[in-house]
């Protein structure tokens, strides 16, 4: 049954025509209520569009370096009943980790509480890698140049943002700029 829903700018102020710096999901993915889509940047700061439903994005509208106001329509998604959106949510990813994760012989005890882990809610299942990352500098965590969601998101993970290059916009921290730092820091730092 097709639940198919419009997501628009919420209420931003005086603000027309603001830029759209970050865009955190694409078409196809599944969203959860309040999760951030896209960082929005005014004269006076950063802000990020939240999910005002879970479903599964259909269409996206808009993409970095657009303008938009408020009610514009920025994608259109295939809302979830509630039972549906945390199915859609947690068992995807919970999958594809036991996927990866299946040797034939008996797990050691790090691997057992990854599993654990990939069983919680999206962000967390990557949380183990924080334990092989360098401890994060405040200064520089301070002075880098990252949305409030991508700050939340690299300090879930334990990532130093004064070490992660930004691809984004003026050269901006992205979600993708954090993950791609801790699979390189996971892949040079050898995992165990």
Avoid at 17 to 31: C, F, K, L, T, W
Avoid at 151 to 171: I, M, P, Q, T, Y
Wanted: charged share 35%.
């Amino acid at each position: 049954m097709s639940n198919d829903r419009e997501v628009k700018i919420p209420d931003i102020g005086d603000f027309e025509n603001v830029d759209v710096i970050d865009v955190m999901v694409g078409e196809g993915d599944s969203i959860e209520k309040d999760a951030p889509l896209i960082t929005l940047e005014t004269e006076k700061a950063a802000l990020d569009v939240p999910a005002p439903f879970a479903g599964k994005i259909k269409t996206m509208k808009v993409k970095s370096g657009d303008k938009v106001s408020e009610g514009d329509v920025i994608m259109i998604v295939e809302a979830a009943t509630e039972a549906e959106g945390k199915q859609e949510e947690t068992q995807p990813e919970a999958d594809k980790e036991k996927e990866e994760k299946k040797p034939e012989a008996p797990k050691p005890p790090a691997e057992e509480k990854k599993e654990k882990k990939a069983e919680q809610p999206p962000e967390q299942p990557r949380q183990p890698a924080a334990r092989e990352l360098p401890p994060i500098d405040e200064k520089a965590f301070s002075q880098a140049h990252a949305s409030p969601s991508v700050r939340k998101f690299a300090r879930e993970l334990g990532v130093d943002l004064g070490r992660v290059s930004g691809s984004g916009r003026k050269n901006r921290i992205t979600h993708d700029d954090v993950k791609a730092f801790v699979k390189q820091a996971i892949a040079g730092g050898g995992a165990g």
